[in-house]
């Protein structure tokens, strides 16, 4: 088989209905990689220190969901989801980077399952 023009490409990819594609693109990603999702709980110097704005721009940047707030014992704690690569990436920095200003003491994770689908669409700063 070889491969198609571009024009010709274009116009196979114009008859093919957008549900399709988008069903196909799902089904790819959901098969493709197991989906993790943690609880994580951040001790040290973190409130005060901008950690969830940092925590919240890191995500973004992962491509992982989830959210993050200020606890009453002053921790910072959240959920992250997502590939399993892309969780274990945002684990490390939790547990090593942080805020510039901040000073992590330690980083508790609980919880940590395999999951079939994501529960957040996007990742937040809860309050």
Not at 5 to 28: E, F, I, Y
Not at 72 to 94: F, H, I, R, Y
Request: aromatic content about 8%.
């Amino acid at each position: 088989m070889y491969p198609l023009p571009l024009a010709a490409a274009a116009v196979v990819a114009s008859r093919t209905p957008l549900g399709c594609l988008s069903r196909g693109l799902a089904a790819a990603m959901s098969t493709a990689r197991p989906l993790k999702s943690v609880d994580y709980e951040v001790f040290g110097r973190v409130q005060g220190v901008c950690f969830r704005m940092y925590t919240e721009e890191e995500a973004k940047k992962l491509g992982v969901v989830g959210w993050v707030k200020n606890t009453s014992k002053g921790t910072v704690a959240g959920q992250v989801q997502g590939p399993e690569e892309k969780v274990n990436s945002m684990k490390s920095w939790l547990s090593k980077v942080g805020s510039p200003s901040s000073r992590i003491d330690r980083t508790n994770f609980s919880n940590e399952k395999t999951i079939s689908k994501l529960e957040y669409s996007n990742f937040s700063v809860r309050y």
